[in-house]
Nanobody, 115 residues
Framework: QVQLVESGGGLVQPGGSLRLSCAAS????????MNWYRQAPGKERELVAS????????NYADSVKGRFTISRDNAKNTVYLQMNSLKSEDTAVYYC????????WGRGTQVTVSS
């Protein structure tokens, strides 16, 4: 059974940091490109960050470049999203996504940036 389980979301003040984790199981994690998406209320889901199978290449949405860092640990079947200098506009549900022959989604974790 394929599972992607996100954790680490919560309420944080503007300028703060959070680290999201996504634990994968039920498929060969190391051969899947891993992504983080987010969806804010009333908006479409958007791609935030991507990382290749070996972690040697990453890509980011312009809105998070320089503030967010995606990484992965293939030994632990886990992908991370380090989020620094958080802004109110980063408030959203963050989803983990795996892509290769098939695509899998996690259920999401809420991130709220507010004072």
């Amino acid at each position: 059974q394929v599972q992607l389980v996100e954790s680490g979301g919560g309420l944080v003040q503007p300028g703060g940091s959070l680290r999201l984790s996504c634990a994968a199981s039920g498929f060969t994690f190391s051969i899947y490109v891993m992504n983080w998406y987010r969806q804010a209320p009333g908006k479409e889901r958007e791609l935030v960050a991507s990382i290749t199978t070996t972690g040697d290449s990453t890509n980011y949405a312009d809105s998070v470049k320089g503030r967010f860092t995606i990484s992965r640990d293939n030994a632990k079947n886990t992908v991370y999203l380090q989020m620094n200098s958080l802004k109110s506009e980063d408030t959203a549900v963050y989803y983990c996504h795996a892509r290769r022959f098939r695509a899998y989604w996690g259920r999401g974790t809420q991130v709220t940036v507010s004072s």
